[in-house]
């Protein structure tokens, strides 16, 4: 199995900060990443597929990239509505696997 | 326009089987190159993949949890169903069934249902 690991596991910051958060994969994945975003009691949703490409409608302060095993995701400035749990997730092999999310907190 | 839903038991015992449905609308599984998986959050946890199953009706199983899953489609009701065995405590979680976009990844994801194994 691919092991997906996300750093930090949490973060604090305020609106209007960048933040960049990171994914690892244990074996090369080539851009087969996916970021995706949950809010409390919600689905997670899909922001970005294939390391980089936005999906239609998510902002664009929203940005991935990275190849091979090591991604990252950034937030150019933080809004309200952008705190919540951000998971990875490989689509490279069976069995897919995610990473243990990333919980962005308001400071 | 996507959607998915699931329904099935809110509570079921241990040792017992747990079957959810996962109704669709906005596209069909007889089309190439279409995916519908299960994904499960246990409460305040990661989120783990389970199955899926293609148009083709080829399906994969998480290695962890082969035994015990199989995931099987009804393409004239647009529905899939997961049924998962010999149901534990530790399998509490919201369970999730969403279109697999690209052959890779998940989107867009159902609302999900809280499965609680208790006796």
């Known amino acids: 199995d691919i092991q997906m690991t996300q750093s930090p596991s949490s973060v604090s910051a305020s609106v209007g900060d960048r933040v960049t958060i990171t994914c690892r994969a244990s074996q090369g994945i080539s851009d087969w990443l996916a970021w995706y975003q949950q809010k409390p009691g919600k689905a997670p949703e899909l922001l970005i597929s294939?390391?980089?490409s936005l999906q239609s409608g998510v902002p664009s302060r929203f940005s991935g990239r990275g190849s091979g095993t090591d991604f990252t995701l950034t937030i150019s400035s933080l809004q309200p509505e952008d705190f919540a749990t951000y998971f990875c997730?490989?689509?490279?092999?069976?069995?897919?696997?995610f990473g243990q999310g990333t919980k962005l907190e308001i400071k | 326009q996507i959607t998915l839903m699931e329904s099935g038991p809110t509570l079921v015992k241990p040792t017992q089987t747990l079957t959810l449905t996962c109704t669709f609308s906005?596209?069909?599984?007889?089309?190439?190159?279409?995916?519908v998986g299960w994904i499960r959050q246990p409460p305040g946890k990661a989120l783990e993949w389970l199955a899926l199953?293609?148009?083709?009706?080829?399906?994969r199983y998480s290695p962890s949890l082969k035994s015990r899953l199989t995931i099987t489609k009804d393409t004239s009701k647009n529905q899939v169903v997961l049924t998962m065995t010999n149901m534990d405590p530790v399998d509490t979680a919201t369970y999730y069934c969403?279109?697999?976009?690209?052959?890779?990844?998940?989107?867009?994801w159902g609302q999900g249902t809280l499965v609680t194994v208790s006796s």
């Open positions: 294939s390391a980089s």
């Open positions: 906005g596209f069909s599984l007889s089309t190439s190159g279409v995916g």
């Open positions: 199953i293609y148009w083709d009706d080829d399906k």
């Open positions: 969403a279109h697999h976009k690209q052959l890779a990844f998940f989107d867009p």
């Open positions: 997730q490989q689509g490279n092999s069976f069995p897919r696997t």
